[in-house]
């Protein structure tokens, strides 16, 4: 049995962050995450924090080559914990209730989609909905994140938690109409793989904390109003498998990201549908881990079109 990495790893929640000194630094939290009220913020000043953070010092991705500091940092805006990610690999109808609620079948093996790393986006940053895309269909999808922490590959099922780096929440934004038959024929791909459409955070969360990543309260909430609340016990393919599964003759790369599904609840199943609208804030949070905010800003209606990576 190999060391597990979390035996040399020395943070437990890490966050990406813009210090008030300028730099952008990793840190570990001095104190507890708090949070701006929710509310349709698509200003500079969305995402200001008071927090301090010990500078983590080195290759966060080395089992050996970094540690938290004594040096201290106040945070001046809270960034994606991932700088870059490689790929996003993402798996479909993975909730059991999910599955019922959208009337598919359970799958017989994971169904696997993939986003840009363009898609990434920081928390408290717009999720900003293409002008091909503002009819009535930008949907929400609460996932928990599992970031890959070393090279893998033919990974069996029972060694698959030693290659996580670390846990985080992610918003699977999707495009419903560019997803199914009326526009996009089945586009899952194209649909889901917009700029910014991938936000993560707030932190991540090592597996020294979260030991079982499948007993994890699960939710979403649209204007302050719950959309999702389920669990991680609902998943079909349970982290360990879906690991393996992926890296079947393929290497998984450190900073890689597996987003695991999404529970009940998304807006498209609902009765009436309901969609994003622009200034729309949504929270996406999952237990251990925290709360991931973001704002919906439609591209025809946004002025800050650029610099908003």
């Keep these: ?89 993402c798996i479909g109808l993975n909730y059991a209730k999910h599955a019922a609620e959208t009337n598919m079948p359970i799958p017989k ?21 293409p002008e091909i895309a503002e009819n009535k269909q930008a949907d929400w999808e609460s996932e928990l994140a599992v970031v890959i922490g070393k090279k893998c590959k033919n990974v069996k099922e029972e060694e698959a938690l030693q290659y996580v780096l670390g846990y985080t929440v992610g918003n699977d934004i999707s495009t419903r109409k560019w997803q199914g038959s009326n526009l996009g024929s089945g586009q899952w791909c194209f649909s889901k793989s917009f700029d910014t459409f991938a936000p993560l955070g707030p932190s991540l969360v090592s597996p020294a904390l979260i030991p079982d990543p499948n007993k994890l309260r699960i939710q979403s909430r649209v204007n302050g109003v719950s959309m999702q609340d389920s ?22 790369m450190p900073g890689d990201v597996i987003l695991t599904g999404t529970p009940e609840g998304v807006g498209f199943k609902r009765d009436p549908p309901i969609y994003l609208q622009h200034g729309d804030h949504v929270v996406c949070e999952i237990e251990h881990i925290g709360e991931l905010h973001n704002t919906i800003a439609y591209e025809s209606k946004f002025s800050e079109r650029t610099d908003q990576k």
């Design 1 to 89: 049995m190999r060391p597990s990495m979390q035996a040399l790893r020395p943070w437990t929640r890490l966050i990406r962050f813009l210090g008030k000194d300028g730099k952008i630094h990793h840190g570990e939290p001095v104190g507890p995450l708090s949070w701006p009220k929710a509310g349709s913020d698509l200003s500079a000043n969305a995402g200001k924090l008071s927090l301090s953070a010990k500078l983590i010092a080195g290759d966060i991705y080395s089992s050996s080559e970094n540690k938290v500091t004594e040096t201290v940092v106040e945070v001046d805006r809270l960034l994606s914990p991932l700088a870059h990610v490689p790929s996003f690999r």
């Design 109 to 129: 093996y994971p169904i696997l989609f993939m986003k840009p790393a363009g898609a990434l986006q920081d928390p408290f940053k717009p999720v900003v909905v």
């Design 231 to 252: 669990s991680t016990a609902d998943m079909i393919f349970n982290v360990p498998r879906l690991i393996a599964f992926l890296s079947q003759s393929t290497t998984l």
